[in-house]
Every structure is written in C-alpha cells, then in structure tokens.
T-cell receptor, first 111, second 116 residues
Framework: QKEVEQDPGPLSVPEGAIVSLNCTYS??????FMWYRQYSRKGPELLMYTYSSGNKEDGRFTAQVDKSSKYISLFIRDSQPSDSATYLC???????????FGQGTELSVKP | DTGVSQDPRHKITKRGQNVTFRCDPI?????LYWYRQTLGQGPEFLTYFQNEAQLEKSRLLSDRFSAERPKGSFSTLEIQRTEQGDSAMYLC??????????????FGAGTRLSVL
C-alpha cells in the first residue's frame, strides 16, 4: 500500500463547477500538506501549503486537512478551463524534508 | 530570479550509455532535491542536499545513480549504464531552509529521459 493515495481520475467538470480533490495517507508523522498543480510537460507549481489540521483559503482555492482521519482535500470554486491540469497532493513529516506525492488527479474543465 | 533551471530538457540515449543532467537552483536556496516522475504517477523522491552535503538518499537511487552538488550551487545527476526502466521525467526542486520558516520547494520543468 502506498503512503499517499489519490484518485487518478480523470475528472471532467463544466466551467463554473465546484471541484473536490482528495487524498488519504497512512503515515501519522506527516505534518505539512501541500497541493501542487502540474500542466502537461511542466514542473509542479505550489498552490496551497497547510501545517497540521485545519482549513486554508486562497481566492477560489480551499485546502482542508483532517489529521484524525488522515484525509486532505482541495476545493476549487468557480472552476475555469485554465484550471485544467493534474493536481498533486504532497506531504512531509518535517520542514524542508522530502515530499511524498500522491499519484495526481487529472482535471478537465470544459467551457 | 529565473526559477529552477534544468538542462537538457530532453535526452534520448541508448541502453547502456551514461547520461548526466544539470540543475541550477534559485539563487541563495540552500536545499536542492531530485525527484523522478513516470507517466501517470506523482514525483518520487530520489535525494536531497543542504548546501553541498547530501542529507538523504532514497532506496530508489541504485548504485548506478550518483548526485553531486559541488560548492552548494548547481547539482548534477548521473545515471550510468542506463536501462529502459530509467525512462522518466527527472525533476529538480530547490528551497530556502532556515529556522522555523515555511520551506517551499520550487520545481524546475524537468529533464525527460528516453532510453531506447
């Protein structure tokens, strides 16, 4: 079993929809949780960064962490075609250490 | 600040050949990471450096792989006697680590390796 599980999709939604992306993990030592977005043939770029449990909002993006359930989510409101990309969750047990990534979820937002 | 730079962007080689990739981190970033990503998968950690010291290596990093970061600036990743299973995207990331500050890893565009 992988340390981080993420539904690979693909996920297709109409423009303006609310998108929910999720990851589960097994290592209780993880404390730092990130969401990266990766466009085709590009490197991942950081979207959201959360320490421990709780919610964090940045514009149309909301990240949630539930450490008791070992479950993290990313919500995208008012989705746009430009949001079409692969979304990767990533976690770490310590600041500046290696990141453990999920498989990535491929999202397509149709106009 | 031009971001993390990787060279070459693409490399095609024959099985058994040696290849070397270069990564130039964001200036003044003291940590540098290497990851490998295959199609449809998330990046997998290979190794990372703080300045010139290699702090951690993954079990994925067989003895055919070697990474260096002389003088704590750019880094090279060499693969000897390449195998078809080495075909992947090799990603480099860098970060600034000090005290309790948030440590964000910024990724380059990657080097895509194809072993024929």
């Amino acid at each position: 079993q992988k340390e981080v599980e993420q539904d690979p999709g693909p996920l297709s939604v109409p423009e303006g929809a609310i998108v929910s992306l999720n990851c589960t993990y097994s290592n209780s030592a993880f404390q730092y949780f990130m969401w990266y977005r990766q466009y085709s043939r590009k490197g991942p770029e950081l979207l959201m960064y959360t320490y421990s449990s709780g919610n964090k909002e940045d514009g149309r993006f909301t990240a949630q962490v539930d450490k008791s359930s070992k479950y993290i989510s990313l919500f995208i409101r008012d989705s746009q075609p430009s949001d079409s990309a692969t979304y990767l969750c990533a976690m770490s047990g310590n600041q500046g250490g290696k990141l453990i990534f999920g498989q990535g979820t491929e999202l397509s937002v149709k106009p | 600040d031009t971001g993390v730079s990787q060279d070459p962007r693409h490399k095609i080689t024959k099985r058994g050949q040696n290849v070397t990739f270069r990564c130039d981190p964001i200036s003044e970033h003291n940590r540098l990471y290497w990851y490998r990503q295959t199609l449809g998968q998330g990046p997998e950690f290979l190794t990372y450096f703080q300045n010139e010291a290699q702090l951690e290596k993954s079990r994925l990093l067989s003895d055919r792989f070697s990474a260096e970061r002389p003088k704590g600036s750019f880094s090279t990743l060499e693969i000897q006697r390449t195998e078809q299973g080495d075909s992947a995207m090799y990603l480099c990331a860098s970060s600034l680590s000090y005290g309790d500050s948030i440590n964000i890893q910024y990724f380059g565009a990657g080097t895509r390796l194809s072993v024929l």
